[in-house]
Structure formats: C-alpha cells, structure tokens
Nanobody, 121 residues
C-alpha cells in the first residue's frame, strides 16, 4: 500500500511559478512510476506529467511541455512538479498518482488528496 500527500499549491499570478511536492509512504517508492494529474471544475481528471522509477523517462502533456518539469528524489520518497510560466488555464486541483508512467488516470493505483492551484489573470 502506498499513501501520497501533495503540498505546494496556492494562488499565483499568470506568469508566475509554483513547485508542487508529493510525499510517498513506504520503503518501495523507488519501484513506482509517478504522475501528476489535474482536474478543473466540470472537467475530467487529465494527465499532466509522469516520471519513471529511476527518473530516466518523463512524459508531459503538450500544453505544459516546456513550462512544467517533473522530478523525483527517491531518497526522500518525494516527487515534484515545477510549474513555470503559469497560465489561468492551469487552474485546477493537482493530484499526485503512483503506479505508472502513462497518460491515462486508469493506469494509476495510488492517489493523493489533491492540492489547489489557482492562477489569476
């Protein structure tokens, strides 16, 4: 069993930056691919970024490519999402997920509680 807890969300102006963190429980964190998803009101939970077990492989949604960067520190059991050049359309609840490196939310077995990111214009 894996438990995930996100932090780092908040309110930021367009063009600003935030770094989200996701702390994972257990001693087998390094064996899981990790992803970030987001969900805006009235919309489906959508893929943002993912990273492989070792961090060698990363995947990004097209709309965040070049602006967001996913990374992980297995020694700290933590995955990060650095978000730069934020846009109002990035506003959503951001969820950390574990168990895959894919773009479908159905591929992931573990989920955090979510953290709100609001980008004002």
């Amino acid at each position: 069993q894996v438990q995930l807890v996100e932090s780092g969300g908040g309110l930021v102006q367009a063009g600003g930056s935030l770094r989200l963190s996701c702390a994972a429980s257990g001693r087998t964190f390094s064996s899981y691919g990790m992803g970030w998803f987001r969900q805006a009101p009235g919309k489906e939970r959508a893929f943002v970024a993912a990273i492989s077990r070792s961090g060698s492989i990363t995947n990004y949604e097209d709309s965040v490519k070049g602006r967001f960067s996913i990374s992980r520190d297995n020694a700290k059991n933590t995955v990060y999402l650095q978000m730069n050049s934020l846009k109002p359309e990035d506003t959503a609840i951001y969820y950390c997920a574990g168990g895959s490196v894919g773009s479908s939310r159905f591929e992931y077995d573990y989920w955090g509680q979510g953290t709100q990111v609001t980008v004002s214009s």
